[in-house]
C-alpha cells in the first residue's frame, strides 16, 4: 500500500468522516493530489486497505472507521473541488429528512483536463435514473446512521457495493441534489467501472430496482419523454412525498 498516510492532518471534530482505499497499485502522485484537494474541507480524512477482487468489503472497513455523524469516500486519483464537503454538509443539516446528498462532477483526463460534465449534471435527484451507475456517482455524504444499516449488505457485492448502497439508502429518505460541482473524476486506464461484467451490473440493478421503484412513488418520479410534458419530476427543486 502506499503510505503517504503520516502526512494527513487528521481532526476529530469535523461532521463527516471521508475514507479513501488504498491499494499497492494506487499512484502516488495522484494520491498526493487527491489529499492536497481535501486539505481545507470540513472532513475527517481515513485510509483505508482495499481488498484485491472484493470492493464490497474494503467500503465496510472504510465507511466503519470515525464516529461522525456523516459518511463518504473518495477515490485516491480524484479531485475534490473547494467547498464542495461544506455545502454538502449545510445541505444535510437543512433537510433532516434526506438520506444523503450529492454534487455534480466534472470527467477529467489523466492529466487533469476537463472532459465532459457527468452524466445528468445540474438536474434535481430522480430515482429512476439511479439504475445507470454513472448516476449519483460522488461526491456523496449519507447519514452514518442509514449506512451502518447496509453493512451486511455490502459485504455481499465484490462489485459495485456502492452503487447498491445509494439505491437501497433511499427506503430511509430522499437524496438531495447539491446543484454545483463537486468532484473531479479521473478517467485513467484501471477504472473499476472498465471491469464490470454485464451480468453483474444487472444483478445489482435487480438488487435495487424494488427500493427505487417505492421511492419513485412516494416522490412522484417521472422520466419525462413528452417535450410538451410540464409535470415532470426533473423540473422540480426537489423531492416532496405524495401526499
Same mark, same amino acid.
Given at each position: 500500500?502506499?503510505?503517504? %498516510?503520516?502526512?494527513?492532518?487528521?481532526?476529530?471534530?469535523? $461532521?463527516?468522516?471521508?475514507?479513501?482505499?488504498?491499494?499497492?497499485?494506487?499512484?502516488?502522485?495522484?494520491?498526493? $493530489?487527491?489529499?492536497?484537494?481535501?486539505?481545507? $474541507?470540513?472532513?475527517?480524512?481515513?485510509?483505508?486497505?482495499?481488498?484485491?477482487?472484493?470492493?464490497?468489503?474494503?467500503?465496510?472497513?472504510?465507511?466503519?472507521?470515525?464516529?461522525?455523524?456523516?459518511?463518504?469516500?473518495?477515490?485516491?486519483?480524484?479531485?475534490?473541488?473547494?467547498?464542495?464537503?461544506?455545502?454538502?454538509?449545510?445541505?444535510? $443539516?437543512?433537510?433532516?429528512?434526506?438520506?444523503?446528498?450529492?454534487?455534480?462532477?466534472?470527467?477529467?483526463?489523466?492529466?487533469?483536463?476537463?472532459?465532459?460534465?457527468?452524466?445528468?449534471?445540474?438536474?434535481?435527484?430522480?430515482?429512476?435514473?439511479?439504475?445507470?451507475?454513472?448516476?449519483?456517482?460522488?461526491?456523496?455524504?449519507?447519514?452514518?446512521?442509514?449506512?451502518?444499516?447496509?453493512?451486511?449488505?455490502?459485504?455481499?457485492?465484490?462489485?459495485?457495493?456502492?452503487?447498491?448502497?445509494?439505491?437501497?439508502?433511499?427506503?430511509?429518505?430522499?437524496?438531495?441534489?447539491?446543484?454545483?460541482?463537486?468532484?473531479?473524476?479521473?478517467?485513467?486506464?484501471?477504472?473499476?467501472?472498465?471491469?464490470?461484467?454485464?451480468?453483474?451490473?444487472?444483478?445489482?440493478?435487480?438488487?435495487?430496482?424494488?427500493?427505487?421503484?417505492?421511492?419513485?412513488?412516494?416522490?412522484?418520479?417521472?422520466?419525462?419523454?413528452?417535450?410538451?410534458?410540464?409535470?415532470?419530476?426533473?423540473?422540480? %427543486?426537489?423531492?416532496?412525498?405524495?401526499?
Amino acid at each position: 500500500m502506499v503510505n503517504i %498516510s503520516r502526512q494527513i492532518k487528521m481532526s476529530s471534530n469535523a $461532521e463527516i468522516d471521508v475514507h479513501v482505499l488504498l491499494l499497492p497499485t494506487t499512484d502516488p502522485i495522484l494520491w498526493r $493530489e487527491c489529499l492536497q484537494s481535501l486539505e481545507n $474541507e470540513p472532513v475527517n480524512i481515513h485510509t483505508a486497505e482495499g481488498v484485491p477482487g472484493h470492493i464490497g468489503k474494503a467500503r465496510y472497513g472504510g465507511f466503519s472507521k470515525g464516529t461522525a455523524p456523516y459518511v463518504s469516500c473518495v477515490d485516491p486519483d480524484d479531485l475534490v473541488i473547494p467547498g464542495a464537503f461544506a455545502a454538502c454538509l449545510e445541505t444535510l $443539516e437543512a433537510h433532516p429528512d434526506a438520506c444523503g446528498v450529492y454534487t455534480d462532477e466534472l470527467i477529467i483526463d489523466r492529466d487533469g483536463k476537463i472532459i465532459k460534465p457527468g452524466i445528468w449534471s445540474q438536474a434535481p435527484w430522480n430515482p429512476l435514473f439511479q439504475l445507470e451507475p454513472k448516476y449519483l456517482h460522488h461526491i456523496y455524504v449519507m447519514r452514518r446512521c442509514f449506512v451502518e444499516k447496509l453493512y451486511l449488505e455490502l459485504l455481499r457485492w465484490p462489485s459495485m457495493p456502492e452503487f447498491i448502497l445509494k439505491g437501497l439508502i433511499t427506503a430511509h429518505g430522499p437524496w438531495v441534489h447539491v446543484p454545483q460541482f463537486g468532484y473531479k473524476w479521473r478517467i485513467v486506464k484501471g477504472n473499476a467501472h472498465n471491469k464490470m461484467s454485464p451480468s453483474t451490473i444487472y444483478a445489482a440493478r435487480w438488487r435495487v430496482i424494488p427500493a427505487l421503484q417505492n421511492a419513485a412513488k412516494k416522490y412522484k418520479a417521472v422520466i419525462q419523454t413528452d417535450p410538451f410534458q410540464d409535470t415532470s419530476f426533473a423540473d422540480r %427543486s426537489r423531492a416532496k412525498p405524495a401526499k
